[in-house]
């Protein structure tokens, strides 16, 4: 279907600029701009990582002679001779390593594709040909690959972590026995691999005693301090390169093996080494979604307001480290329930560790609330928009702890304008052309708005120009562009006078990427430097910024530095401190004194074909409120990104595992589906306008992982209407209709 495609949504009311990228050109002609693009000195050494052939068992020996005998091959690091490195915590223990078994640590296999050797040679060619020479023997065991296999083994959360409490409040067995209507459902969402089309890689090499480090990062200040650590030298000897990241979605937010072993070869053979873990490798490597079981009832009285929810779920981790996301204390935070209770478990098997990934705990228990929702509301006789409204909340019915802003209403009301939905006939089967049957669907979408601390450096010259430095990140939503904007607000200056560093550890620390915390964080930094260049400059807070640029202007020096610094309310001056030690933190979402999130609502029509049964999204409306929107562009882009991952997290992605021998199946981009143009039609995107003054300087809520919440829920909703099908395992694919 056409669409009336808008390049440049129009600023509504508390919207900034919809400035174009600044780097857009370079984007679109190919410069170089990445991690792997930086020049080193001299001429680098490529390596191989051999990965283990077993998913569980021991290695019982390692025959390199034939890989040794490969021209070109200069080092074969193993179990046997990797040293020793430093060891690092996981993010359970405030670190950043992705697993807590360390690099070529032992003999012991963990997972399929784990790391067992590696291989530089003169030549990638050579160190590739060399590996599969690399003779290794193993006493393999038989592994737990996912739910239901032999050795799965649960845990509930409390028993992994002793500060961990279920929600619970009310007696939600007894709302639910006595409610009007009640649901029971199982949902279940698959493993998910991040896939973003830049490869994880990791050039390194040494100056002296100074490690350099070129690794795509959504945190580099936090892999500075993790690569020091490992290599057991002091943070200020090691520089970590990243300006661009070609995409992320959680999965370069970890350190892995990857960077130790390059800065070891590097180190040992005294050049730089590059490494990259193969489309394949990565599947493997850096983390991905973890599947879920999500046990649901739900109730409501006579006229739809909800009683009881009971919510468990299940996440499938790895033995030797149990990642987790929870997340079922948000969903009790959504609507004005009466009674709560919720379980979280872990079942363990012998995987590769789960890390988090876009929307990482929201998008399957949001999915399985709003599926649940959606069920109800259909049981109940009342229109699915109609039913969110009438159990709209305005604080946390867990704590009573106020929304500092809430406009999910306005967001469902903007959708329904948009998609038409008042024509929906809310029989099932009622609405055909052809031979497909159409169905409409919705569903709430919903991003905790999370922050940490930030720094920024600002420097303004008499000239008119200025410069912004900070150690954040571009992982393609526009950093760059809204540090610069953020700025030319506060003082007055054009944006596109003012430069912006980011993406390396040597500027002024920034957050980690991870959590939708960029452009709040870092704006309030940014925002921050500015009103200590305005005192700089003599003048009050309140002058104009006509009266700030000509301040500028007439300045005695060439140029004035200031370091701005930001710490969220509530979070203690130490947090500042311990980015500047290389940790994470970040608060957001439920709080005790007040809830802080951002809602959207989204709708969809899908068509079902009543012979094959092939399904079809012709159009998908979203409509998303986030307090102050710094660039209607890239919030459009982040918008139209998530709700075309959802559709592909309600019809297409999952990691398929082969149940013996616990390994992925589909572990390469042509046969781990996503959706392509042809899978999409049209997507209508509606800015609502929004306003929170309490939430942090500018008001500005994350928007990064909002869109892609809820879209499945919305779609299989639709599919019921079209068919009359309740399917709650996704993705739902066309054999699950036949
Ligand atoms: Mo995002 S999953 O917090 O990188």
């Known amino acids: 279907m056409a669409q009336d495609y808008t390049p440049v949504p129009a600023s509504k009311d508390n919207m900034g600029k919809p400035v174009a990228r600044y780097e857009a050109l370079q984007k679109v002609t190919g410069a170089k701009i990445y991690a792997e693009d930086l020049p080193v000195p001299g001429r680098p050494a490529y390596a191989w990582m051999v990965t283990s052939g077993i998913a569980k068992g021991r290695i019982t020996a390692i025959d390199d002679t034939e890989a040794r005998a490969i021209p070109g091959v200069q080092l074969i690091v193993t179990h046997e001779n990797v040293g020793q490195l430093g060891k690092l915590e996981t993010f359970a223990n405030g670190g950043l390593a992705i697993t807590e078994v360390g690099p070529l640590a032992g003999p012991e296999v963990h997972h399929d594709g784990q790391p067992v050797a590696l291989i530089v040679a003169d030549t990638f060619e ?4 060399a590996s599969y020479k690399l003779a290794i023997s193993y006493a393999e065991e038989s592994p737990t690959a996912t739910f239901g296999d032999a050795g799965a083994t649960e845990k509930a959360l409390g028993d992994i972590n002793p500060e961990y409490e279920p929600i619970r409040f009310n007696d939600a067995e007894a709302a639910l026995a006595n409610s009007a209507h009640t649901i029971d459902a199982e949902y279940r969402t698959p493993i998910q691999h991040h896939n973003p089309i830049e490869l994880f890689s990791t050039t390194a090499y040494w100056e002296g005693g100074r490690l ?11 892999l500075k301090h993790s690569a020091a650590d490992l290599m057991q030298v002091d943070a200020d000897n090691v520089r970590v390169k990243s300006p661009f990241v070609g995409g992320a979605f959680g999965s370069k937010g970890a ?9 070891l070869a590097a180190k040992r053979l005294g050049r730089p080494v590059k490494l990259v873990a193969m489309r394949d490798q990565g599947f493997t490597h850096s983390g991905h979604r973890q ?10 009285d006579a006229n739809g307001r909800l009683t009881g929810y009971d919510h468990r779920s299940w996440e499938f981790t790895a033995r030797t480290t149990p990642y987790y996301n929870g997340g079922l204390d948000k969903c009790a935070a ?32 949001i999915y399985a609330l709003e599926a649940a929702m959606n069920e109800l509301a259909a049981e109940a006789g009342i229109d699915p928009v109609e039913f969110r409204k009438i159990n709209d909340t305005r604080v946390n019915p867990v704590n009573g702890a106020p929304y500092t802003s809430r406009s999910l209403n306005q967001c469902l009301d903007a959708v329904a304008d948009s998609f038409g939905w008042t024509g929906r006939d809310p029989r099932p089967g009622s609405m055909r052309e052809g031979d497909w049957l159409i169905g409409w669907g919705c569903s709430m979408a919903m991003y905790p708005t999370q922050m940490g601390p930030s720094t920024a450096r600002l420097i303004v010259r008499r000239n008119g120009s200025a410069l912004i430095e900070v150690a954040a990140h571009d992982v393609g939503t526009g950093c760059y562009t809204i540090a610069a904007q953020a700025a030319g607000e506060r003082l007055g200056i054009d944006p596109q006078r003012i430069e912006v560093r980011m993406g390396d550890s040597r500027l002024p620390p920034g957050p980690i990427s991870g959590g939708s915390i960029s452009t709040a964080s870092v704006t309030s930094a940014v925002a921050n430097a500015c009103d200590r260049i ?95 929107i710094m660039n209607p562009r890239t919030a459009h882009s982040q918008y139209l990104g998530g709700l075309i991952w959802g559709i592909g997290s309600a019809l297409h992605e999952a990691t398929e595992i082969d149940h013996k021998r616990a390994r992925y199946t589909n572990d390469n981009i042509a046969e781990y589906l996503i959706p392509v143009n042809a899978d999409i039609g049209e997507v209508n995107i509606v800015m609502v306008p929004e306003r929170d003054d309490e939430i942090n300087v500018l008001g500005v809520k994350g928007i990064g992982e909002l869109a892609n919440v809820g879209t499945p829920a919305a779609i299989t909703d639709a599919i019921w209407h079209a068919t009359g099908t309740r399917i709650r395992d996704l993705p739902v694919r066309l054999e699950k209709l036949l």
């Open 255 to 263: 350190v892995t093996h990857r960077t130790a072993l390059a800065a």
């Open 534 to 628: 305005v005192e700089e400059l003599g003048l009050s807070s309140d002058a104009s910024t006509d009266e700030r640029a000509a301040a500028m202007a007439g300045m005695s020096e060439p140029e004035i530095e200031v370091l701005g610094r930001w710490t969220p309310p509530g979070m203690g001056e130490d947090a500042l401190q311990a980015m500047y030690d290389g940790g994470v933190r970040i608060t957001g979402g439920n709080m005790d004194e007040r809830t802080m999130f951002a809602f959207g609502a989204e709708m969809v029509e899908v068509r079902v074909n009543e012979r094959t049964r092939e399904i079809r999204v012709p159009r998908i409306h979203g409509a998303f409120a986030a307090g102050h």
């Open 126 to 129: 050579a160190a590739r040909e």
């Open 291 to 300: 599947e879920t079981r999500q046990s649901v009832r739900l109730g409501c």
């Open 334 to 365: 959504m609507y004005a329930f009466d009674a709560v209770r919720t379980d979280e478990y872990v079942v363990q098997g012998d995987r590769n560790v789960p890390t988090f990934m876009r929307s990482p705990a929201e998008v399957p228990t």
């Open 212 to 222: 350099v480090l070129h690794e795509p990062s959504q945190y580099v200040w936090g």
